[in-house]
């Protein structure tokens, strides 16, 4: 499946939960307080949002993360306001994995609930045949004041056109 938004399109509103960072979080009987995040307030703001089919499933965990956290420091030099991973799990699940992973405050962990707004964008994959659902699809966005500049779904299952190293070519 081609993704439906292209490059030169503004992106679709959308209001994503997530749990924030918070020194609190280090406790693992913490869970913290899901809160909501709009496409809106990336108005002006260049970002970047990885996607992956789920937490803790092992190419996203292996491959696809870790990179992005990594090259934290080569994102913001190229002027990224902010890293965002979206994926199908709840809010909890995500913060849990940041947790796992040590993201801190380095990058969003965005829950795009039952993947409406991947699928509004032509970006979900159908899991089903596996018993996962309907998922956010792995793919990568570059934007840059709510407009596409950048958007490929991997075409397969390895991490490539949507991992860190292909999107800090594009920027």
Same mark, same amino acid.
């Given at each position: 499946?081609?993704? !439906? ?34 496409? *809106? ?7 970047? %949002? ?8 092992? !190419? ?14 080569? @994102? ?5 306001? !902010? ?16 947790? @796992? ?9 965005? *829950? ?19 018993? @996962? ?8 966005? %570059? ?16 991490? !490539? ?11």
């Amino acid at each position: 499946m081609a993704p !439906t938004i292209k490059v030169g399109d503004t992106i679709p509103e959308a209001t994503f939960n997530y749990i924030p960072y918070t020194p609190e979080l280090e406790s693992k009987l913490a869970c913290g307080i899901p809160i909501k995040l709009n496409t *809106s307030q990336w108005k002006g703001k260049k970002v970047v %949002i990885f996607s992956v089919p789920g937490a803790f499933t092992p !190419t996203c965990h292996v491959n696809h993360l870790p990179p992005y956290l990594e090259k934290y420091d080569e @994102f913001k030099a190229k002027g990224v306001d !902010t890293i965002a991973v979206v994926a199908a799990n709840d809010a909890f699940v995500l913060s849990g994995w940041g947790r @796992f992973e040590g993201v801190g405050d380095k990058i969003l962990l965005l *829950s795009d609930g039952s993947a409406k707004w991947s699928a509004s964008l032509g970006l979900s994959v159908d899991l089903s045949a596996i018993g @996962f659902g309907v998922r956010t699809g792995r793919y990568a966005l %570059i934007l840059d004041d709510l407009v596409v500049k950048y958007v490929e779904l991997e075409p397969g299952t390895d991490v !490539t056109v949507s991992g860190a190293e292909a999107v800090l070519a594009q920027l």
